[in-house]
Structure formats: structure tokens, C-alpha cells
């Protein structure tokens, strides 16, 4: 039993707290959208770069 609860201390010692993770995630997830969104939008290839602004006409997105 002893073993048990020492395993756990040590286990949450050097763990991220969710106050800190939460915020990490959404940048995380926030800056992908943005790599993808800029990335695909100033494509060379006009078929990628043609379905992200038909996407973006869809979801009432305004580009031009």
C-alpha cells in the first residue's frame, strides 16, 4: 500500500497542472490553424489554393 501512494507522489510531481496545460492546447491548436490557413492560402498550386477559397466562401469567410 505504502509503494502505492509513493508511486502516485512521484507520478504528479513532474506533471503539468491543467491550468497550465489548457492554454498550451488552444495556442497549440491556434497556431496550426493559422500555419494551415496561410500555408494553403499562398499555395503555388492553384487546385490547393482554389478549394481553401471556395472553404473559405462557404463558412461566409470574407477574402477579397
Do not use: E
Request: one cysteine or more; glycine letters at 6%.
Amino acid at each position: 500500500m505504502q509503494n502505492q501512494i509513493a508511486t502516485r507522489a512521484k507520478l504528479h510531481d513532474g506533471t503539468i497542472s491543467k491550468a497550465t496545460w489548457r492554454p498550451l492546447q488552444i495556442a497549440t491548436a491556434f497556431l496550426l490553424g493559422a500555419v494551415i490557413l496561410y500555408g494553403v492560402g499562398f499555395a503555388n498550386s492553384a487546385a490547393v489554393h482554389n478549394a481553401a477559397h471556395d472553404v473559405r466562401h462557404t463558412q461566409v469567410f470574407p477574402c477579397h
